[in-house]
């Protein structure tokens, strides 16, 4: 009695699963520069983080505690969060939709994305059990710093791959 019922579940998984990936394969292949550069959160500007963020690495001469306070907490750990996942997509959809892509740059904007959110999300962790300690401002501070790093990449991909939304993303951060 139990082997029907447990088969009945373990297809209805599985076929969720796989309805809900062609669904999200069909919504990344339905993309546009303007689309993912709308999904960059509004709330929230890096701006504070390092003057010339956009145009070059690197946060301006901050200790991890000052680059708590500009990113606003926990709140801009959040936005670096999402919004590195709105970047990971760009360079994805600039793989597929381009020719001639620097493919160097592309796997750096791919780890950069993937470390970002590693710290960001250990920092939030360490947050929710601690308040802002040293071990949480050091680690917003990596994902900050390589934040600021991976704006200033993706400036330079959109300015080979698509000159039209650069001003659109340099709005948006």
């Known amino acids: 009695m139990i082997l029907p019922i ?5 297809v209805s998984f599985v076929a969720s699963y796989l309805g809900r990936w062609r669904i999200g394969a069909s919504r990344r292949n339905a993309q546009s520069w303007e689309s993912l550069i709308a999904k960059l959160r509004p709330d929230w500007s890096a701006r504070a ?5 956009l145009w070059k690495e690197g946060l301006d001469d901050a200790t991890p505690e000052e680059t708590w306070k500009r ?9 670096m969060y999402q919004n590195s996942q709105v970047m990971l997509e760009m360079a994805d959809f600039a793989a597929k ?11 750096t904007l791919r780890s950069d994305a993937m470390q970002i959110r590693l710290y960001a999300l ?6 929710a059990f601690s308040q802002a300690n040293e071990g949480v401002r050091v ?22 791959q698509a000159a039209m939304a650069l001003p659109d993303f340099v709005a948006a951060m």
């Open 139 to 160: 680690n917003a501070f990596r994902a900050a710093s390589m934040y600021t790093g991976m704006a200033a990449r993706m400036t330079q991909l959109l300015q080979v």
């Open 122 to 127: 250990l920092a939030l962790v360490q947050y």
């Open 97 to 107: 939709s381009a020719d001639t892509v620097d493919h160097v740059l592309l796997e």
């Open 6 to 10: 447990l088969q009945v579940a373990t």
């Open 49 to 53: 983080l390092s003057e010339h963020f």
């Open 71 to 79: 990113m606003q907490g926990a709140h801009g750990l959040w936005a």
